[in-house]
């Protein structure tokens, strides 16, 4: 039987879908419209994004796109897996064949079967990365934010926050939270802040220095402070690490005194990223044996 039915005239919905299998003419039927009720959507409404389903670090699990607003991202097609649920976070691979991945939430009322949109940016650039052989201008000027594959420590579990050093010698570092579904040895995409847009300081700053340890930051040298004692003391070879609380209202790329065990004071600089806290390095004072 087709019933035809026409239930106002909004133009956003087809005629109410009620076909069914004839059962008098087709004793053998296997299949019928279990939904005979359900409006067909004739047209994309703009919908309200859930914050949830929306991760800066590459992955952004999107509805619907416009082209225009967003000229440097790509879009791709993901079907839900078999039992995956709304909610849950799945890992999709980059159109252009490369390795990159980005961990995607299932959105609200996406099941097995069905397909939403996940929001890739470009191609990374090429000279984010340097070697021995790159030219020093080759990286010098960078128009936008950068993106950088990262993959997750052992022991760091979804929702800890990681250190990542830049690529280059900028000498950034940005504070990540390991999104959720990312276990350890899986990657993300961690976005680097332009350079020239970070708050510059007036007094020219004291030289910065790298250091070689995993996920640990880009710290000013320490200042000398003027020695309380006459007893003769020196410089350990090996660093410490101090973990300092961000002051209230102080801005990422702000310039801290921490004031170490040793009662030394060394200059840091907050980390992008708007990290509570972060690691500073230091070197420990060691007294001479008698």
């Given at each position: ?9 909004n133009?956003?919905y087809?005629?109410?879908d009620?076909r ?12 019928q ?16 994004l859930n914050s949830?389903?929306y ?14 607003k967003?000229p ?44 939403f ?8 650039r ?10 020093p201008?080759?990286?010098s ?9 990262v993959t ?17 010698d ?7 939270t ?33 250091d070689?340890?995993?996920?640990v930051?880009?710290?000013k ?5 003027k ?12 660093q ?7 002051p ?16 030394e ?26």
């Amino acid at each position: 039987i087709m019933i035809d039915v026409c239930c106002g005239s909004n133009a956003a919905y087809a005629p109410i879908d009620t076909r069914e299998t004839n059962s008098a003419t087709n004793n053998h039927a296997t299949s019928q419209n279990l939904y005979p009720g359900q409006r067909r959507s004739q047209q994309e409404l703009s919908p309200q994004l859930n914050s949830l389903n929306y991760i800066r670090t590459g992955g952004n699990a999107l509805q619907f796109h416009d082209p225009s607003k967003h000229p440097d991202k790509e879009m791709v097609s993901v079907t839900v897996p078999d039992g995956v649920s709304p909610g849950q976070t799945i890992h999709v691979n980059a159109p252009d064949g490369s390795n990159r991945k980005a961990a995607a939430i299932v959105p609200e009322g996406f099941y097995p079967g069905s397909s939403f949109m996940v929001e890739f940016p470009k191609t990374l650039r090429q000279n984010s990365f340097t070697t021995e052989n790159d030219s020093p201008h080759q990286n010098s000027s960078i128009d936008g934010p950068r993106l950088v594959s990262v993959t997750v420590p052992t022991g760091v579990s979804p929702g800890q926050v990681i250190h990542v050093n830049a690529p280059d010698d900028s000498g950034c570092t940005v504070a990540a939270t390991v999104p959720k579904g990312v276990s350890p040895g899986s990657t993300f995409m961690v976005q680097f802040p332009n350079v020239a847009s970070l708050p510059q300081q007036v007094n020219n700053p004291p030289p910065l220095f790298n250091d070689a340890k995993e996920h640990v930051n880009n710290l000013k040298q320490p200042q000398k402070h003027k020695k309380k004692s006459t007893v003769n003391t020196s410089k350990s070879n090996s660093q410490s690490l101090l973990l300092v609380k961000v002051p209230p209202g102080t801005n990422p790329g702000s310039t801290i005194h921490v004031q170490t065990p040793d009662n030394e004071t060394i200059a840091a600089v907050v980390p992008p990223g708007g990290v509570n806290e972060f690691h500073v390095s230091y070197y420990p004072q060691q007294n001479p044996s008698k």
